[in-house]
């Protein structure tokens, strides 16, 4: 079993649709926890970071369920803009506070 | 903004080349990763350092070095290259501390070997 798990799509959504990605990691002891985005040929960038209690940025909400050992990332009203992959990221411990990430979710969101 | 360059955005060697790939990070940040990303694998870790001259092995290290001089420098080494090298190279620096694990990627090296 992967240690980070991602439906890797593709999701192809309308514009203006609300979309939702899960996440899931093996490893209980995983404390932080990331969603990155990565557009075509490009580097991750950090989209947010996930919080226990839940967080929201603008149209975008990240939850986490440490029982069930998933995050998910939820996207209101989608933008052509927001086509890209996502990344999901946790730690895993270590000297450096390595992340494991996910191989990601193809989002295309259509006209 | 943190930034975090790497050498070359393309590459083009030929098997049993040494290949230099470099990454600096302006922001003074202790970690540094290298990874590589494959389509259908995601990234994959192939060595960190969290000091200067120090590292440690990732996920894939075979076949890889790296070094580690200076704190904003780390290079990753492809001591005699390989076609199933190809790929999108990646390096990526992060803090130390509470909000350390917020890594930060350079544009990428694509790699190809012939």
């Known amino acids: 079993r992967k240690e980070v798990e991602q439906d890797p799509g593709p999701f192809n959504v309308p514009e203006g649709a609300t979309v939702a990605f899960n996440c899931t990691y093996s490893n209980s002891a995983s404390q932080s926890f990331f969603w990155y985005r990565q557009d075509c040929r490009k580097e991750p960038k950090l989209l947010m970071s996930v919080y226990s209690s839940g967080n929201e940025d603008g149209r975008f909400t990240a939850q986490l369920n440490r029982a069930s050992q998933y995050i998910s990332l939820l996207i209101r009203d989608s933008k052509l803009s927001d086509s890209a992959t996502y990344l999901c990221a946790v730690t895993q411990g270590g000297s450096a506070r390595q992340l494991t990430f996910g191989s990601g979710t193809q989002l295309t969101v259509l006209p | 903004d943190v930034k975090v360059t790497q050498s070359s955005r393309y590459l083009v060697k030929r098997t049993g080349e040494k290949v230099f790939l470099e990454c600096v990070q302006d922001m003074d940040h202790e970690n540094m990763f290298w990874y590589r990303q494959d389509p259908g694998l995601g990234l994959r870790l192939i060595y960190f350092?969290?000091?200067?001259?120090?590292?440690e092995k990732g996920d894939i290290p075979e076949g890889y070095s790296v070094s580690r001089e200076k704190k904003e420098r780390f290079s990753l080494i492809l001591e005699s290259a390989s076609t199933n090298q190809t790929s999108m190279y990646l390096c990526a620096s992060s803090l130390i501390g509470r909000s350390g694990e917020t890594q930060y990627f350079g544009p990428g090296t694509r790699l190809l070997v012939l």
């Open positions: 350092s969290y000091d200067v001259k120090m590292k």
